[in-house]
């Protein structure tokens, strides 16, 4: 049994549904263009608006990329057609959705969860996304009260793909990896910028409970999630929710509930009249999707490294765990060929991956620093020529330069290690003025090292090499 | 044959330089003057627009260009085809005033060919009827005889042609919209197989079965017209892609040695004037030498069902847009919903309201199975029976409509009366295939009749060389 | 009258096509409808359940668009033929929160 953060006995069911508009230049079925930020209205044409007599036509490059999604995700694509999902509001223009139904592009995949959580993908499926309200006057911008609203109709008919997954998702914690995962792929596919600030990427969250071993709970759609963060969140408290509601002999409704950042809460809508009807039928403007084998694998062989393969590599390469922070972020941050080329100048790859992940956050998947003089950075460490305090000064030069040759601006700044005798004379300091500590770390209590060393450091004035010090104290434990 | 100059000679004409563009304008903006207010035809007539481009077309024509095959040859459109800038209704309240900003492919493709625009015609309001009573805008008359409908719903187009306001029109068909008012006004009407013409900017009313075709007086007329507005256009996904077909070229070849059908079981319902002058069709064929052939169409008699649960369900979908929100007619409310159903009620009139409500019906959950999936199947039976029907025969005759023209009010009490006169157009629309209707005749009170010409998918030359046998015959 | 739908069920039918119909018209649109679902009714005892729905007349496959830009319409032509519009955009009265 997993910690899912639950009263003793409950468990956490939750499916994910995410929304990512692709990074296409024109529409899904138009060729208005597909830009964020632009004036409102200013990206529109008769399909855009749903003017009387606008017929869709679908754009190619986004079934290339729904394609590359599904394909990474594990998926196979099929032979698909395309629906109307019928439902009147101000944003949608036609008054219809168009939207694959019951015969999506991508089907049966699952996502691997860097902790080695299988998640199935039940589908990932092309469609439209809609205009955009703006809620004026009343309770502060908000839906309920609001005197009149405002549409743009730039974001309609942008491309998504909806990429729902089963529901084998037991940990908020999961979710969290779950969605951070699908960000990595998506990115690293090219198939969309998958920002959740900006909207291009939307989660919503099916969340049930129940007792080990029972049947699925009711679950309740939770939607206006906009950070990784609240997603977590959001779906602790939908969780806790539930449980308090049926541990007090109630029943969960099913329905959708919108998280509320503000008092950290999910709330359900006002009940409508009639129950959703989208009268769904084959959208007859549009014909049949169906790539061939050869458009599929063409478009597979064309897939670059996908993100959990990266991070193997990477951790093979530097010596790192495989699931550690640093491989992670270096990862994401598509700087991990960066430490390739690191190692491939002769550089030392595992101090290289200290530094990217530092100092790097800044730099992009090509950082301006030539590979070959962080290459050289390294070397002086490993030698025991720079220690970390002072290599990391040598860097910050070298990265405001752009580059430089960390020998020189060592010597520059009058960095030199200090000579192995002089530092076995700061260790017999160190340890007689840490006796207990010494007897500790010598009865075989490794963390007692920590104060010696740091200890000896402040002695040296942090000239010597930690890791010479180090060598020194094991040596001469005997260890 | 009508006292009208066709549309071929005034094309030739023109092109020559025999005679203007603008006297050819002026000739029909006359006519439409003197009758227009009797008949009807037009929703808006823009005489001032058609002027300007027959001088430009003159003037062109006067430094050696060529203006292409339509030079100066004044066209009718229906009003449910985006001409930008003009106002383009649907004869529906809810689009009074709205004017696009684009343009139908067709228009496109009539402008260069060197067509004249000189109106919107009127129509069931957004297609939806057979005798053009259903337009918010007032009836369009029969030009034959005032007292009696042009048939519908492209009656304005059926009954401009027939009065002579323009050479040529372009009507549209879902269930029979173009031939069964060519039928009843006397004039040629063509259905094209779906997909041989873009629907890009023609106003959707059942996407499926909606179809682009000309009205004309001569098969000759049709059939270059036809030429001109097909082919592929890779704005609408479901344009055939292949060439426009060569159809003038056929009109000559005869009829020799072709198999013509005729329906065994034809449903029943037709008059006794419309089936003898069916009969006296097969009768010019075989004389011209075609071979007649019986033909069963089992599934025929259910084609009103499918056809009547599918249209509307598309169309519930089509018209949702009509919301008060982007363009069109807006009233005004405190809250969206009320907004929403308050400028539906009072934009759409009783037909478009009740096909609406029934085709959401037939869509909606509890009953898609029922209805619209059933009517799905019921639409493959029929299409099965044409392929069968066709192993034997080129061409199918059958009536266009079952009745002549009939007086106004006559079948406006009961809306099923009124969809009977689609039961022998409707199967074709449903198989996607190519039908047209020739005046062959007359019947009671000496009204035209129209005999029906059925194909088989992409089978338009079969189609015309019958048509003109018919003509030459009639 | 057959009753195979009732008033309600064409109250329902309008209130989801956002028709705003009278009682009166309810009543007259149940029985129209409720005659033509009865004609409809011929094809009811139709052995239908081998047979594939016909949703196109001319099945076509991979109809697709290059990823090209096109011009755009014009933002103050499509604004100035809307029933109400500010600030560039459409305005409309607020929803009552029957959002999707």
Redesign the interface.
């Known amino acids: 049994m997993i910690d899912n953060g639950l009263p003793e006995g409950w468990e956490l069911v939750v499916g994910l549904e995410v929304h990512v508009e692709l990074a296409t230049k024109t529409k899904l079925f138009s060729g208005s263009p597909n830009r964020f930020g632009d004036e409102p209205n200013t990206n529109i044409d008769p399909v855009t608006l749903g003017l009387p007599g606008a017929l869709p036509v679908l754009n190619q490059h986004a079934v290339e990329l729904a394609m590359r999604i599904g394909l990474a995700l594990n998926c196979t694509v099929k032979p698909s057609t395309f629906h109307r999902k019928n439902y009147f509001y101000p944003d949608l223009s036609k008054a219809y959705q168009i939207t694959q139904y019951d015969e999506p592009l991508n089907v049966d995949g699952f996502l691997m969860l860097p902790g080695g959580v299988r998640v199935g993908v039940e589908r990932a499926h092309m469609e439209e996304d809609t205009g955009k309200s703006t809620h004026f006057g009343g309770a502060g911008g908000r839906i309920h009260g609001s005197d009149y609203s405002l549409i743009d109709f730039n974001r309609a008919g942008v491309p998504l793909v909806e990429i729902v997954s089963h529901p084998d998702v037991r940990t908020a914690e999961q979710a969290r990896q779950y969605v951070n995962e699908l960000r990595a792929i998506l990115v690293a596919v090219g198939a969309s910028d998958a920002k959740m600030e900006e909207g291009s990427m939307r989660c919503d969250a099916n969340v049930s409970v129940r007792k080990y071993g029972a049947e699925l709970g009711t679950r309740c759609e939770i939607k206006n999630v906009n950070s990784v963060r609240s997603l977590g969140k959001a779906i602790e408290y939908e969780a806790r929710r539930q449980i308090d509601v049926l541990e007090t002999g109630g029943t969960i409704r099913q329905e959708t509930r919108h998280w509320d950042e503000t008092d950290g809460r999910t709330h359900t809508l006002r009940a409508k009249v009639d129950a959703n009807d989208y009268r769904y039928f084959l959208e007859p403007d549009l014909v049949m999707l169906a790539p061939d084998a050869e458009w599929v694998e063409r478009v597979r062989a064309a897939l670059p490294v996908l993100p959990a393969a990266r991070r193997t590599n990477l951790a093979a390469l530097t010596g790192a765990e495989e699931d550690s922070e640093a491989i992670a972020v270096v990862v994401e941050r598509g700087q991990d060929t960066y430490i390739e080329e690191v190692k491939n100048s002769g550089g030392d790859a595992g101090r290289a991956l200290v530094w990217v992940q530092q100092s790097f956050a800044e730099e992009g998947s090509a950082p301006r620093l030539p590979a070959k003089d962080l290459a050289a950075l390294t070397v002086l460490e490993r030698d025991g020529k720079l220690t970390a305090t002072q290599a990391k000064t040598v860097l910050g030069d070298m990265l405001e330069a752009g580059g430089g040759d960390p020998a020189a601006i060592a010597a520059s700044k009058g960095f030199e290690a200090l000579d192995t005798s002089v530092i076995e004379g700061f260790v017999d300091e160190g340890i007689a003025a840490q006796p207990d500590a010494w007897a500790k770390y010598c009865a075989g209590e490794e963390k007692a090292m920590g104060a010696l060393v740091g200890t000896i450091m402040k002695l040296s004035k942090g000239k010597a090499d930690g890791k010479v010090v180090t060598a020194i104290l094991q040596q001469r434990r005997g260890s | 044959m009508s006292n009208f100059t066709s549309a071929t000679s005034i094309a030739q004409n023109v092109a020559s330089g025999a005679q203007s563009a603008a006297s050819v304008v002026e000739e029909h903006l006359q006519r439409i003057s003197q009758r227009e207010e009797e008949v009807h035809a037009f929703n808006l007539v823009t005489s001032t627009e058609a002027r300007e481009r027959a001088a430009d077309l003159d003037a062109r024509i006067a430094r050696g260009e060529n203006v292409g095959p339509l030079a100066g040859v004044p066209i009718a459109l229906k009003d449910n085809?985006?001409t930008r800038g003009i106002p383009?209704t649907?004869s529906s309240k809810i689009?009074e005033?709205?004017?696009?900003?684009?343009n139908?492919t067709v228009v496109d493709k009539l402008f260069a060919a060197g067509a004249v625009f000189v109106g919107k015609t009127n129509l069931d309001e957004f297609a939806m009827g057979s005798s053009t009573e259903n337009s918010a805008f007032g009836p369009t008359r029969n030009p034959l005889d005032t007292s009696r409908v042009p048939g519908g719903s492209s009656g304005g187009s059926a009954a401009a042609v027939a009065a002579g306001f323009a050479a040529v029109s372009l009507g549209s068909d879902t269930g029979g919209s173009i031939r069964q008012p060519a039928a009843l006004c006397g004039v040629v009407g063509v259905k094209p197989?779906?997909?041989l013409v873009s629907?890009?900017?023609?106003?959707?009313f059942?996407?499926?079965l909606d179809q682009i075709g000309p009205f004309s007086h001569s098969v000759a007329d049709a059939a270059l017209l036809t030429e001109i507005i097909a082919g592929y256009d890779?704005?609408?996904?479901?344009s055939?892609?292949k060439p426009a077909p060569s159809l003038v070229s056929v009109l000559g070849r005869g009829v020799e040695g072709m198999r013509i059908g005729r329906v065994a079981d034809l449903p029943e319902g037709a008059d006794a004037d419309v089936l003898a002058r069916l009969d006296a069709a097969f009768v010019a064929l075989e004389k011209a030498g075609a071979t007649i052939v019986d033909v069963k169409l089992p599934s025929l008699?259910?084609a009103?069902?499918?056809y009547?649960?599918i249209a509307p369900?598309?169309a519930?979908?089509n018209l949702?847009?009509y919301?008060?929100?982007?363009?069109?007619?807006?009233v005004?409310?405190?809250?969206?919903?009320?907004?929403?159903?308050?400028t539906?009620?009072a934009g759409?009139g009783d037909e478009v309201?009740?096909r609406?409500?029934?085709g959401?019906?037939a869509?909606?959950?509890g009953y898609?199975d029922a209805?619209?999936?059933?009517?799905?199947?019921?639409?493959?039976?029929i299409?099965d029976d044409f392929a069968a029907a066709y192993v034997n025969a080129d061409v199918i005759l059958t009536p266009t409509s079952p009745t002549v023209a009939f007086p106004f009010g006559a079948k406006t009490d009961?809306?099923?009366t009124m969809y009977l006169c689609d039961i022998f157009t409707i199967p074709t629309n449903?198989?996607?295939?190519p039908a047209m209707s020739v005046p062959f005749g007359t019947g009671q009170a000496n009204m035209p009749v129209g005999v029906q010409i059925l194909a088989p998918?992409l089978g338009e030359e079969a189609m015309f060389k019958v048509a003109a046998v018919l003509e030459s015959a009639a | 009258m057959s009753e195979r739908l009732s008033a309600a069920d064409v109250a329902k039918v309008a209130r989801m096509a956002r028709l705003n119909i009278s009682a009166a018209d309810v009543e007259r649109y149940t029985q129209q409808l409720d005659g033509m679902l009865d004609h409809f009714a011929d094809i009811d005892n139709l052995q239908l359940a081998d047979v594939q729905p016909m949703t196109q007349p001319f099945p076509l496959v991979n109809v697709l668009r290059a990823d090209v830009e096109q011009p755009c319409l014009d933002r103050e032509e499509v604004l100035g033929v809307a029933p109400a519009a500010e600030q560039g955009r459409f305005r409309v009265p607020p929803s009552g929160g029957e959002d999707e």
């Open positions: 085809m985006c383009t649907c689009l005033g709205w004017k696009p900003p684009y139908a197989t779906y997909g629907r890009y900017g023609l106003v959707a059942a996407s499926s890779p704005m609408d996904s479901t055939i892609p008699s259910y009103l069902t499918a009547y649960l369900a598309e519930s979908s949702a847009r919301d008060g929100v982007r363009y069109g007619n807006r005004a409310a405190n809250d969206m919903n009320t907004m929403y159903a308050d539906r009620a759409f309201k009740r609406i409500m029934l959401t019906y869509l909606s959950a898609y209805y619209y999936g059933k009517a799905l199947k019921v639409r493959r039976l299409s009961d809306p099923l449903l198989a996607g295939h998918t």
